[in-house]
């Protein structure tokens, strides 16, 4: 079995719990690998393998996150197409995505016994239609279009050509049940079982009484039309990475993703737990 690690270091205690997890599967003869830049990080420990990630996306039987959800999410996404499991340990602060926190390595002996499960993430894909022709993406969390310019914008959204409402606000969310507890929960969203399959629609600050979030089935195919006249327009970003400009009468297509990803549950009933935890009592 081979496990390549993907730290973030900016992280306080990841090091730290970097090293600790190498133990620790080193003991459970799981082979570990890190990428060649943590060479100097790793260096203490002879039984560490480096390697280009890009060369390990695929071949590996697991890849683990240790920081926070913005580290899981990155590493989520060199895994897209593949089959490669993804184990998230949490150094920061919230990590929904996180399958383990940092106190609870014990549990790591549980990938040599296979007392696991695996929970299949859905993504969307979003097509963004340009003059330069048709952009596809994937989100593992979201897709969101607000205002470019801090003023508020004009919209429709269908939803397998039907029109589903014209809007005023400051922009629009759609989010997969893995991203419902992260933009879209500070938008005023439910929370979402993770493997569960939906589309989750939300409105960013609206000029309504009565905007609420609303869960379309996972097999629709929604479209956000821009109808923002003048220089104002939508500023699309796909997980809070890229950002591309609509312009007026120009839209995005989302839609249920190609792909799915592997996300590793040691302990039983963890996003529950997290939830729980973290979302019950004030953050520090």
Known sequence: ????????????????????????????????????????????????????????????????????????????KLLI???????????????????????????????????YGVSRRMTVDVVIHSKEGDRVYTALNEVSARSGSFK???????????????????????????????????????????????IEMNLICPHSLFARATLFSADRKLRLTDRTAGETSLVVSVDGELEYRIGENESIEIMRGRHTLNFVDLVDNAFHDSLCRKMCRPIK
């Open 1 to 76: 079995m081979k496990a390549v690690l993907y730290p973030n270091f900016q992280k306080k205690n990841a090091l730290s719990c970097a090293g600790e997890v190498c133990d620790v599967l080193n003991s459970l003869g799981i082979e570990v690998v890190v990428s060649r830049e943590y060479t100097a990080e790793f260096g203490d420990k002879p039984f560490v393998g480096f390697a280009d990630i890009a060369s390990l996306v695929g071949t590996a039987d697991i890849f683990i996150a240790i920081g926070g959800d913005g580290t899981i999410l990155r590493c989520a």
């Open 81 to 115: 197409g593949t089959e490669t499991k993804l184990l998230g340990i949490n150094t920061g602060t919230l990590g929904f995505m996180a399958g383990l926190e940092a106190d609870q390595l014990y549990a790591l002996k549980r990938l040599k016994t296979g007392e």
């Open 152 to 198: 508020i914008c004009d919209f429709e959204v269908y939803a397998d050509n039907y029109l589903i409402g014209k809007y005023r606000a400051d922009g629009i969310l759609f989010s997969t049940p893995s991203g419902s507890t992260a933009y879209a929960l500070s938008a005023g969203g439910p929370v979402i079982e993770p493997d569960l399959e939906c």
